[in-house]
């Protein structure tokens, strides 16, 4: 069935630096959306994204969808102790919504 | 608000004992889905619903029923826990179709002992 992995697990930064997750899907995929989760909360949609080659910016946070549709990333620039949680990527294809396992980002201040 | 409650929040059991955790929905979403979040391995489903009275298996299904005899709700039953279903669960719900955004539950953290 479909996969979707997500890299990597765990991501520790200094306050300041940037930060990116990758997602990669054995299959082509009709939209891609990404979730952040924070610490004893529960995922929250960030953001969708539907076309090949698709950029999307949301203050410091750009997503980006592959030209395949195979694979995206978030990019965070400049990181804030805010921005600590976990970030998935949940792609849909031919099945249901599959979520990536998610990368915990800690932030040091 | 649009939201989707799940209860209990919190819940201690025994092996054995018959538990159901409740989750409704007030957005009139035909889709609802249960996932369990177990720490490296994120989010699985467990099963889901396209609407009322059609439930599918998802990725880890054993253990587990629900039942979606209304649209608004989707209990997941857990008819003889056993310790390794001690974990986080999400009930989710969205609109039926791809791309739409799921939302979820606030979380039911479930111990077996």
């Known amino acids: 069935g479909q996969q979707v992995m997500q890299i990597p697990q765990y991501q520790h930064v200094q306050e300041g630096e940037d930060f990116t997750t990758y997602c990669n899907s054995s299959?082509?995929?009709?939209?891609i959306q990404w979730y952040k989760q924070r610490p004893g909360g529960h995922p929250v949609f960030l953001i969708q994204l539907v076309k090949s080659g698709e950029v999307k910016k949301q203050k410091r946070l750009t997503f980006q969808f592959g030209e395949a549709k195979k694979n995206s990333s978030l990019h965070i620039t400049a990181t804030q102790t805010t921005d600590v949680g976990t970030y998935f990527c949940?792609?849909?294809?031919?099945?249901?919504?599959?979520f990536g396992k998610g990368t915990r980002l800690s932030v040091i201040a | 608000e649009a939201q989707v409650t799940q209860n209990p929040r919190y819940l201690i059991t025994v092996t054995g004992k018959k538990l159901t955790v409740t989750c409704s929905q007030n957005?009139?979403?035909?889709?609802m889905s249960w996932y369990r979040q177990d720490p490296g391995l994120g989010l699985r489903q467990i099963y889901y619903?396209?609407?009322?009275?059609?439930?599918d298996k998802g990725d880890v299904p054993e253990g587990y029923k629900v039942s979606r005899k209304e649209k608004r709700n989707f209990p997941l039953i857990l008819e003889s826990p056993s310790p390794n279903q001690t974990s986080l669960y999400f009930c989710?719900?969205?609109?039926?179709?791809?791309?739409?955004?799921?939302?979820f539950g606030e979380g039911s953290w479930l111990t077996v002992v």
């Open positions: 299959t082509t995929l009709s939209n």
């Open positions: 619903s396209m609407n009322v009275e059609v439930t």
């Open positions: 989710a719900s969205k609109l039926s179709g791809s791309g739409n955004t799921i939302y």
């Open positions: 957005m009139n979403h035909e889709y």
């Open positions: 949940a792609g849909s294809g031919n099945t249901p919504l599959v």
